[in-house]
């Protein structure tokens, strides 16, 4: 079993920057590959990054390449993600994610993910 706890969501104005944490305890050694999700009001959970715990190599969704980053802290089993330049459009509740195996996370597939975070609500105000 995997818990993971996400922090950092907050109020920004638009082109301001954030930093979200996911913290993963338990049978951490498990975990293939960790990934963050967001949802919209009224829209489907999509996946933003995802970043291996093998080879630290890290995957973005288009509408935030070049603005978000991934990186981790193996020795707090945290992972975070840093968000710059953030536009009204990344609001929304930014959910972490573990996979055990698959290429769900690769392809920032929310389906097949096997733990989840309760989330952290970000908003950017224009």
């Known amino acids: 079993q995997v818990t993971l706890v996400e922090s950092g969501g907050g109020t920004v104005q638009s082109g301001g920057s954030l930093r979200l944490s996911c913290a993963a305890s338990g049978n951490v050694f498990e975990i293939y590959r960790m990934g963050w999700f967001r949802q919209a009001p009224g829209k489907e959970r999509e996946g933003v990054a995802c970043?291996?715990?093998?080879?630290?190599?890290?995957y973005y969704g288009g509408s935030v390449k070049g603005r978000f980053s991934l990186f981790r802290d193996n020795a707090k089993n945290t992972v975070y993600l840093q968000m710059n330049s953030l536009k009204p459009e990344d609001t929304a509740v930014y959910y972490c994610?573990?996979?055990?195996?698959?290429?769900?996370?690769?392809?920032?597939?929310?389906?097949?993910?096997?733990?989840w975070g309760k989330g952290t609500l970000v908003t950017v105000s224009s």
């Open positions: 994610a573990a996979e055990l195996d698959g290429p769900n996370c690769l392809f920032l597939r929310p389906d097949g993910m096997h733990y």
């Open positions: 970043i291996s715990n093998r080879d630290g190599n890290g």
